[in-house]
């Protein structure tokens, strides 16, 4: 079993739509949790970053972290076409001097 | 202020060949760490480098290597190439010391083709 997964899709929703992406982990010592988009021919860049349980919200986004039950979610509202990207989730045991471990990635397309 | 540089960009090798690929980190920034990206495994941490001394490695063989300079550019070497080293390597620097997550760019990647 991997340590991290995540459904790689293809996830396609119409513009406007509520997105809800997801991972799930097995190893109960991670406690950072992050979101990364990557856009086709970029390197990752970070969304949102939480440490332990609850939710965080940054605009449309919001991140949520269950730890009780290893689930971690993105919810991304009003989504647009520029939204269309692959989107990684990532976690680490602390915040320094840790590598982070990812998952594969979903691929979302937000149809206009 | 310019983002994690790298090059080249594309690269085609043969098997059998060896390979370095740099990066350039953020002006100001100290700590590189390089992972690979495979459609069938995802990203994977590779090693990472502070004032020139690696303090992690994934779990890689060992012709992957690395290294950093006195400037924080760092330099990853794959010898003996292999079809499955076929990848997107992907360079992220952070300022701090100790890496903080939060803190980490990415640059765009060197997408290697081994044939």
């Known amino acids: 079993q991997k340590e991290v997964e995540q459904d790689p899709g293809p996830l396609s929703v119409p513009e406007g739509a509520i997105v809800s992406l997801n991972c799930t982990y097995s190893?109960?010592?991670?406690?950072?949790f992050m979101w990364y988009r990557q856009y086709s021919r970029k390197g990752p860049e970070l969304l949102m970053y939480t440490y332990s349980s609850g939710n965080k919200e940054d605009g449309r986004f919001t991140a949520q972290v269950d730890k009780s039950s290893k689930y971690i979610s993105l919810f991304i509202r009003d989504s647009q076409p520029s939204d269309s990207a692959t989107y990684l989730c990532?976690?680490?045991?602390?915040?320094?001097?840790?590598?982070?471990?990812f998952g594969k990635g979903t691929r979302l397309s937000v149809i206009a | 202020k310019a983002g994690v540089t790298q090059t080249p960009r594309y690269l085609i090798k043969t098997r059998g060949q060896q390979v370095t690929l740099s990066c350039s980190p953020i002006?100001?920034?100290?700590?590189v760490s390089w992972y690979q990206q495979t459609p069938g495994q995802g990203l994977q941490f590779l090693f990472e480098y502070f004032s020139e001394t690696q303090r992690n490695k994934g779990n890689f063989p060992g012709r992957f290597s690395g290294r950093q300079f006195s400037n924080s550019r760092s330099e990853m070497n794959v010898s003996t190439l292999e079809l499955g080293d076929s990848a997107l390597y992907l360079c992220?620097?952070?300022?701090?010391?100790?890496?903080?997550?939060?803190?980490?760019?990415f640059g765009p990647g060197t997408r290697l083709l081994v044939l």
């Open positions: 190893n109960s010592a991670f406690q950072y």
């Open positions: 990532a976690m680490s045991r602390s915040s320094g001097n840790t590598p982070l471990v």
């Open positions: 992220a620097s952070s300022p701090k010391g100790r890496v903080n997550q939060e803190t980490q760019y």
């Open positions: 002006s100001g920034h100290r700590s």
